[in-house]
């Protein structure tokens, strides 16, 4: 009989498991279980893992799945080709709703965030349930972005330079960031593999809907975006050290909460592979430019289920 402890953090999304010490060698029944609270809750929360490092993260985030490389142009933390860096000290700021990596063709299926070093206040994450959202919509809206595709890139908003804390460090990463371009045609609406949940999938990667002007692609992608980011459909975790957080990248956008100035603020996160996303109408994702195989494990698309 299972030791584990879930209960409900926000009503619409999350919820945290106790009674559980991460790592590769958990038994098969409580990796299952906790694979299926994360479908329930699209994000799960594990409070006390100080014992985890470098090595066991990666090997707890293995049970869930393949993994891909850290990153497809952000080099990963030395030593560990799975591992992604997310220092946010000295002014860098990534503070916009996004789900992670769409701007492939394969975005990921979860990632593995663990707290490594985090500020006395400030600094939580903030996640939203994109099927919430989405099973929230008044149904013509629904149907209509059940007809959509949108176009994502990590091509980088340069403008945001010049708002930037520490602009020096921004120009910086936004080289890296988009020193590879890539650029990829997803459907707004994506049947999710294993529960068969209808999701929005957006973010800050979306740059237009595809057929629609300039204008009018910002105006349904800012309808939608506000739509997603409700308070209902959200929930907020204040970090501790030692804490970790896996979220179900299909079904969520996050986004980090950036109040707490040049204070440390550092955590790891392992991404699990994905598979290249399906419409309502079961047609897959459509890659524009770039080649991610390097980054995650080609795939095919899931075809919707009957």
Known sequence: MSSLTIAPVAGRVGAQ????????????????????????????????????????????????GELTTAHPTVPALDGNTHILDLDYSH???????????????????ASVLRAVEVPPA??????????????????????LLDRLRAVH?????????????NPERTREYARVFASTLYETEHPVVRVHP?????????????????????????????????????????????????????????????????????????????TVAGDIPVGVDGRPSTVLRGDATAYSPATPATPVAA
Do not use: C, M
């Open 122 to 143: 400030g600094g939580d994450t903030l996640w939203a349930n994109t099927v919430a959202a989405y099973q929230n919509l008044p149904a013509e809206l629904r149907d």
């Open 153 to 165: 890139t990590n091509e980088y908003d340069y403008a945001r330079i010049a708002t930037a804390d």
């Open 17 to 64: 498991i106790s009674g559980v010490r991460l790592g590769g060698d958990l038994p098969e029944d409580v990796v299952a279980e906790i694979r299926a609270a994360l479908l329930a809750h699209k994000v799960i929360f594990f409070r006390g893992q100080e014992h985890l490092d470098e090595q066991s993260q990666v090997a707890f985030a293995r049970l869930l």
């Open 194 to 270: 294993e529960t068969g949940e209808r999701s929005i999938l957006l973010g800050d990667f979306a740059k237009r809907v595809a057929g629609l002007s300039g204008e009018t692609s910002a105006s349904i992608i800012r309808l939608v975006q506000d739509q997603v980011t409700q308070v209902e459909n959200t929930v907020r975790w204040r970090w501790a050290p030692g804490d970790v957080a896996v979220w179900d990248n299909r079904a969520t956008q996050h986004r980090v909460v950036h109040d707490f100035g040049d204070q440390p603020r550092r955590l790891h996160r392992v």
């Open 91 to 109: 002014g860098q700021k990534v503070d916009r709703w996004h789900t992670d990596v769409t701007f492939v063709d394969r975005p990921p299926l």
